[in-house]
């Protein structure tokens, strides 16, 4: 039986990923899954999208750690460099909405 770890909501059992920046193991639905369309990098926000996936944490450090590392193209299983910049300008968004939202 494989692992699988514990979700804070009323102890259920759900499936576990690694974000491909931090390399923490976290609940599957903590992440955001990243998909490879063509040479481009797109976040895939309902889960849906066909392929291989990858699980980042919605944070823009991590998405730097995950760049410098190179860890996109080992994910995917291609060769050469990809664009993320459209995971960037997510990610950017998603935070800045959230800067708007907390108040001062």
């Known amino acids: 039986?494989?692992?699988?770890?514990?979700?804070?909501y009323g102890?259920?059992?759900?499936?576990?990923?690694?974000?491909?920046?931090c390399r923490v193991r976290t609940a599957k639905s903590e992440l955001l899954r990243l998909v490879l369309v063509e040479d481009q990098v797109i976040p895939d926000l309902r889960g849906r999208l066909p392929g291989r996936g990858a699980s980042l944490h919605p944070d823009l450090g991590?998405?730097?750690?995950?760049?410098?590392?190179?860890?996109?193209?080992?994910?995917?299983?291609?060769?050469?460099?990809?664009?993320?910049?459209?995971?960037r300008a997510h990610l950017e968004k998603e935070n800045h909405e959230m800067s708007c939202k907390t108040p001062s």
Do not use: H
């Open 62 to 87: 991590c998405l730097e750690l995950a760049e410098r590392r190179r860890a996109f193209p080992r994910a995917f299983r291609v060769q050469g460099t990809l664009d993320i910049s459209r995971v």
């Open 11 to 21: 102890g259920l059992a759900g499936p576990l990923r690694t974000c491909v920046g």
């Open 1 to 8: 039986m494989r692992p699988r770890g514990k979700l804070e």
